[in-house]
């Protein structure tokens, strides 16, 4: 079974920017396509981003094209998001999942994004 780690939140102010890490550990992912999925206070955990397991696809949130972006190193077992010009409303716990027969099934804990006006 494989585990995800998330790594890089923080407090940052509105139009910064963070770059969220997930280490997978146990078994490769490299066949595995992963997202990303965000709970913001009170609401339910959302889809965020996605990649393919080779990396040659990629899908996002309305709420964040543009200013996301999903990649992985395979190599290195890792999966990362990079947010630029972030917003109060990205303000939320953000988790990797790896993809299982096309649904998240793996999830990390989660690493806390607090953007401030």
Same mark, same amino acid.
């Given at each position: 079974?494989?585990?995800?780690?998330?790594?890089?939140?923080?407090?940052?102010?509105?139009?910064?920017?963070?770059?969220?890490?997930?280490?997978?550990?146990?078994?490769?992912?490299?066949?595995?396509?992963?997202?990303?999925?965000?709970?913001?206070?009170?609401?339910?955990?959302?889809? &965020?981003?996605?990649? /393919?397991?080779?990396? @040659? $696809? !990629?899908?996002?949130?309305?709420?964040?094209?543009?200013?996301? +972006? *999903? #990649?992985?190193?395979?190599?290195?077992?890792?999966?990362?998001?990079?947010?630029?010009?972030?917003?109060?409303?990205?303000?939320? &716990?953000?988790?990797? /999942?790896?993809?299982? @027969? $096309? !649904?998240?099934?793996?999830?990390?804990?989660?690493?806390?994004? +607090? *953007? #401030?006006?």
């Amino acid at each position: 079974q494989v585990q995800l780690v998330e790594s890089g939140g923080g407090l940052v102010q509105a139009g910064g920017s963070l770059r969220l890490s997930c280490a997978a550990s146990g078994r490769t992912i490299s066949t595995s396509s992963m997202g990303w999925f965000r709970q913001a206070p009170g609401k339910e955990r959302v889809f &965020v981003a996605w990649i /393919a397991w080779s990396g @040659g $696809g !990629s899908n996002y949130a309305d709420s964040v094209k543009g200013r996301f +972006t *999903v #990649s992985r190193d395979n190599a290195k077992n890792t999966v990362y998001l990079q947010m630029n010009s972030l917003k109060p409303e990205d303000t939320a &716990v953000y988790y990797c /999942a790896a993809y299982v @027969g $096309g !649904s998240p099934k793996v999830w990390g804990q989660g690493t806390l994004v +607090t *953007v #401030s006006s």
